[in-house]
């Protein structure tokens, strides 16, 4: 589809947005500008992954500023990884920088999925608690209302980008003496449950939702509050049945998308 065209009436609205922000942002400079009014249309949905947006031309028509004031806009959101360009093929919007594959069998920990996209993984433990099930997560743990359960929040980046604020609970009863150390320096949560705890763990139910962030998620993650994200709940369970682990993620969808694995090949050649 080309976007590059547009009717009076966008431009209209764009005239009365760029108005309304002289107004309520007077000491925002112009390329700032422009760099909002990409934003708003990156977000808008009309523009998915790889889409071309308007040419540099067309945008300093539409937003009357010259060429340089959006080439530096353009510029700015290619360095935060909002858009793509190389150079004769136009600017894009920017793939996903990791594909996480939502059809696994066996549970394998995030850090090696992200090394095998060739990327950096790294965690960060923000929290480690021993608290109690209330009826609702006694329920998704198959546990009584009331039993220990150990609570385990850390936020992970690729490449040193946050992307995913991960929170899982665990039966306390499954892994005695798990304690925060073992889990402060990055240690695989699923390597422990296999050579510690002997469990082997495959993933079963799962549900992708999108969801709106909570202010403490979007200062990890780096993006505005009530931002759309994706949330990714996930049962992990050993083989016998009995529930491990229940944990719900937020994801930010500029760095990270969902895919089955005959999906996620496609990712790859998109991105490589």
Do not use: C
Not at 147 to 155: G, K, S
Not at 175 to 200: H, N, T, W
């Amino acid at each position: 589809m080309d976007h590059s065209g547009g009717s009076n009436a966008s431009n209209n609205g764009v005239r009365a947005a760029m108005a309304d922000e002289e107004l309520s942002g007077a000491r925002k400079l112009r390329y700032q500008k422009v760099e909002d009014h990409i934003r708003r249309m990156l977000s808008s949905g009309e523009f998915g992954s790889g889409d071309r947006i308007p040419s540099e031309r067309d945008l300093a028509d539409l937003l009357h500023v010259n060429r340089l004031t959006v080439r530096k806009a353009v510029s700015n959101l290619v360095s935060e990884g909002l858009l793509e360009s190389n150079g004769t093929g136009g600017t894009r919007v920017a793939a996903p920088t990791f594909v996480r594959p939502a059809d696994i069998y066996r549970s394998v920990g995030i850090d090696r999925l992200i090394q095998n996209h060739g990327k950096a993984p790294s965690n960060k433990l923000l929290y480690f608690q021993l608290s109690t099930a209330n009826s609702q997560l006694a329920d998704r743990l198959g546990i009584e209302e009331g039993q220990d359960v150990v609570v385990i929040r850390r936020l992970w980046s690729i490449d040193n980008k946050p992307f995913s604020v991960e929170t899982s609970h665990i039966p306390a009863r499954l892994v005695p003496g798990l304690a925060a150390e073992d889990l402060i320096a990055g240690q695989s949560l699923y390597r422990l449950f296999k050579e510690r705890y002997e469990i082997d763990t495959i993933n079963a139910d799962r549900i992708i939702s999108v969801e709106t962030t909570s202010e403490l998620e979007s200062k990890l993650l780096d993006i505005p509050v009530n931002s759309a994200a994706l949330a990714y709940r996930l049962w992990v369970k050993s083989e016998d049945g009995t529930t491990v682990e229940y944990m719900r993620s937020v994801n930010n969808p500029k760095v990270v998308a969902f895919g089955t694995s005959s999906a996620e090949g496609g990712w790859l050649s998109a991105t490589k």
